[in-house]
């Protein structure tokens, strides 16, 4: 059974920088994309950054320069840097992994970020 389990969310106040990661339960390599979403309260759910296999790394406008992915295959782990977090960044930030044999998109159950101002 495939699973993602998210890590590292918290309180943080303006300016700071937490590191976010997702665990997947098999190889990242059996995805196609492994994607950050977020969804503030009230709001709907949004991409933050998506990492596909192959090809670019697509950021958010709201977060570019500030959040930074990477991952860790050996750790089947992806983690997600964020640095000069706002309050607007506050958020249940989600894992995403979509495998194309499957035609299937798992979620993760979610980790809250809190950016006080």
């Known amino acids: 059974q495939v699973r993602l389990v998210e890590s590292g969310g918290g309180l943080v106040q303006a300016g700071g920088s937490l590191r976010l990661s997702c665990t997947a339960s098999?190889?990242?390599?059996?995805?196609?994309?492994m994607n950050w979403y977020r969804q503030a309260p009230g709001k709907e759910r949004e991409l933050v950054v998506g990492?596909?296999?192959?090809?670019?790394?697509n950021y958010a406008d709201s977060v570019k320069g500030r959040f930074t992915v990477s991952r860790d295959n050996a750790k089947n782990t992806v983690y997600l840097q964020m640095n000069s977090l706002k309050p607007e960044d506050t958020a249940v930030y989600y894992c995403?992994?979509?495998?194309?044999?499957?035609?299937?998109?798992?979620w993760g159950q979610g980790t809250q970020v809190t950016v006080s101002s």
């Open positions: 990492i596909p296999n192959t090809g670019s790394r």
């Open positions: 995403n992994a979509y495998r194309n044999v499957e035609d299937r998109d798992y």
């Open positions: 098999i190889s990242i390599f059996s995805f196609n994309a």
